[in-house]
């Protein structure tokens, strides 16, 4: 009995596993609840019989849910109550993929339900929009685009993407269907690394994004026209790739960090011991590789790090992507951006250093402004892009859009 009670916290906490890496995509899910990508109890339902660490566990149980409410989707006569079950079987088939190694047969078949279950979603729920596709080294990029409302040509036109693990899809759960709320127009796209560019493509991350940021934009304004004002924001390791496609495109007039990512391999290198980190700057790489596989076996978050890294940026081991890494930093490139910049950070961010924040102020030397957001515990937007408080991160940046523009 004594052990038992010393077992049991007297302090309420938000934590379904020891794991932060699967904690953290629970609270994404939820997180998304604000404008339709989940449900608290379907959630719930979808991790209770999910093991710390199992991955295999992780895909049935999250496939399960997302299949009930598909299913339960079909029947339903209202369009509104079919549209929003679409929408939270489309994130929950992502959230069921994630974890899946890359080379797993059952991975694209899970995305493509979540795309199709998408597209269902918004079709039933009368929402205007407009696909279209980019010319990309020799393949292509896929875009869609959200008119706003009646007034929406006077405000800026919000160009979103995400980061290193992102879908298109997401992206209206995170952003596009808060701007449309608020009456702007939102362009969203995946670039290489993301969705369909390497689930359909094959194509892998650039560092250099003002190539598909500049030919998602060149095909935008020759279709509909140059917006008086663009606002570009990049999620997680979009924190990166936004400011970078900034410095280089003068048609960018503000551009958002969701959330900071100045230098990705440093990140990267703050989440192994000092002694790992001293022995990859001393070039022991096959140490570090066998050190990192050994860790891979029992930490998912390594496992899904390293694997997702081997796909979607062509990483040959361990060593190799943080190497890779070390194209994705704005130390050179903070000083070509001019226009406005929104900064944007989790106190308690598990994969960008709080640090990470006052060097990029001091590296964006020609920025127009420079607003900065650190996001507290105590607010609940302390996590990776203020998973477990999105209103807070929309009051943020439709204030910071409208302040500053």
Same mark, same amino acid.
């Given at each position: 009995?004594?052990?038992?009670?010393?077992?049991l916290?007297?302090?309420?906490?938000?934590?379904?596993? #020891? !794991?932060q890496?699967?904690?953290?995509?629970?609270?994404r899910?939820?997180?998304?609840?604000?404008?339709?990508g989940?449900e608290?109890?379907e959630?719930?339902?979808?991790?209770?019989?999910?093991?710390?660490g199992?991955?295999?566990?992780w895909?049935?149980?999250?496939?399960?849910?997302?299949?009930?409410?598909? #299913?339960? $989707?079909?029947?339903l006569?209202n369009p509104?109550?079919?549209?929003?079950?679409?929408?939270?079987?489309?994130? @929950?088939y992502?959230?069921?993929?994630?974890f899946? !190694?890359?080379?797993?047969?059952?991975?694209?078949?899970t /995305?493509?339900k979540?795309?199709?279950?998408?597209?269902?979603?918004?079709?039933?729920?009368?929402?205007?929009?407009?696909?279209?596709?980019?010319?990309?080294?020799a393949?292509?990029?896929?875009?869609?685009?959200?008119?706003?409302?009646?007034?929406?040509?006077?405000?800026p036109?919000? &160009?979103?993407?995400?980061g290193?693990?992102s879908?298109?899809?997401?992206? @209206?759960?995170?952003?596009?269907? $808060?701007?449309l709320?608020?009456?702007?127009?939102?362009?969203?796209?995946?670039?290489?690394?993301?969705g369909?560019?390497?689930?359909?493509?094959?194509?892998?991350?650039?560092?250099?994004? #003002?190539?598909?940021?500049?030919?998602?934009?060149?095909?935008?304004?020759?279709?509909?026209?140059?917006?008086e004002k663009?606002?570009?924001?990049g999620?997680s390791?979009?924190?990166?790739?936004?400011?970078?496609?900034?410095? @280089?495109?003068?048609?960018?007039?503000?551009?958002?960090?969701?959330?900071?990512?100045?230098?990705?391999?440093?990140?990267?290198?703050?989440? &192994?011991?000092?002694?790992?980190?001293?022995?990859?700057?001393?070039?022991? =790489?096959?140490?570090?590789?066998?050190?990192?596989? =050994?860790?891979?076996?029992?930490?998912?978050?390594?496992?899904?790090?390293?694997?997702?890294?081997?796909? &979607?940026?062509?990483?040959?081991?361990?060593?190799?992507?943080?190497?890779?890494?070390?194209? @994705?930093?704005?130390?050179?490139?903070?000083?070509?951006?001019?226009?406005? &910049?929104l900064?944007?950070?989790?106190?308690?961010?598990?994969?960008?250093?709080?640090?990470?924040?006052?060097?990029?102020?001091?590296?964006?030397t020609?920025?127009?402004?420079?607003?900065?957001?650190?996001?507290t515990e105590q607010?609940?937007?302390? #996590?990776?892009?203020?998973?477990? !408080?999105?209103?807070?991160?929309?009051?943020? /940046?439709?204030?910071?859009?409208?302040? =500053? /523009?």
């Amino acid at each position: 009995m004594n052990r038992l009670r010393k077992s049991l916290s007297t302090v309420a906490n938000s934590r379904w596993f #020891e !794991n932060q890496t699967y904690n953290f995509e629970i609270l994404r899910s939820l997180g998304e609840s604000t404008y339709g990508g989940a449900e608290i109890g379907e959630v719930l339902s979808a991790i209770s019989c999910i093991k710390e660490g199992d991955d295999e566990a992780w895909y049935q149980g999250w496939n399960r849910v997302a299949a009930m409410v598909e #299913e339960r $989707a079909a029947t339903l006569a209202n369009p509104i109550s079919r549209g929003k079950a679409m929408l939270r079987a489309s994130n @929950y088939y992502r959230t069921a993929e994630f974890f899946l !190694n890359p080379k797993d047969k059952r991975r694209k078949p899970t /995305f493509d339900k979540s795309v199709a279950n998408f597209y269902s979603g918004i079709d039933s729920l009368g929402i205007e929009y407009q696909i279209f596709y980019i010319p990309y080294e020799a393949k292509q990029l896929e875009a869609v685009y959200f008119p706003g409302g009646v007034n929406a040509s006077s405000k800026p036109l919000i &160009v979103a993407h995400g980061g290193y693990d992102s879908t298109l899809e997401e992206l @209206y759960f995170l952003i596009a269907a $808060a701007a449309l709320e608020r009456g702007y127009s939102v362009l969203i796209f995946a670039g290489p690394g993301q969705g369909t560019a390497i689930r359909e493509h094959g194509l892998q991350f650039t560092p250099k994004w #003002e190539k598909p940021t500049g030919a998602v934009l060149d095909q935008f304004i020759g279709q509909f026209g140059k917006p008086e004002k663009i606002v570009l924001i990049g999620a997680s390791l979009g924190g990166y790739l936004a400011p970078r496609a900034a410095a @280089y495109d003068k048609r960018i007039d503000g551009v958002a960090a969701f959330d900071i990512c100045y230098d990705f391999q440093g990140a990267a290198l703050k989440q &192994v011991p000092p002694f790992v980190r001293k022995l990859y700057s001393r070039g022991h =790489t096959g140490f570090v590789d066998w050190l990192i596989k =050994t860790r891979m076996k029992s930490s998912p978050g390594t496992r899904w790090g390293v694997h997702n890294a081997e796909w &979607v940026m062509g990483a040959k081991s361990p060593s190799d992507l943080l190497h890779i890494f070390d194209q @994705y930093n704005l130390k050179e490139t903070s000083k070509l951006i001019t226009c406005d &910049v929104l900064i944007l950070a989790g106190e308690k961010d598990h994969h960008f250093p709080l640090e990470q924040v006052e060097a990029f102020q001091k590296a964006l030397t020609n920025a127009h402004s420079i607003t900065t957001r650190i996001f507290t515990e105590q607010e609940g937007g302390h #996590e990776h892009c203020q998973q477990g !408080n999105i209103s807070l991160f929309h009051e943020v /940046f439709f204030d910071w859009i409208e302040n =500053t /523009f």
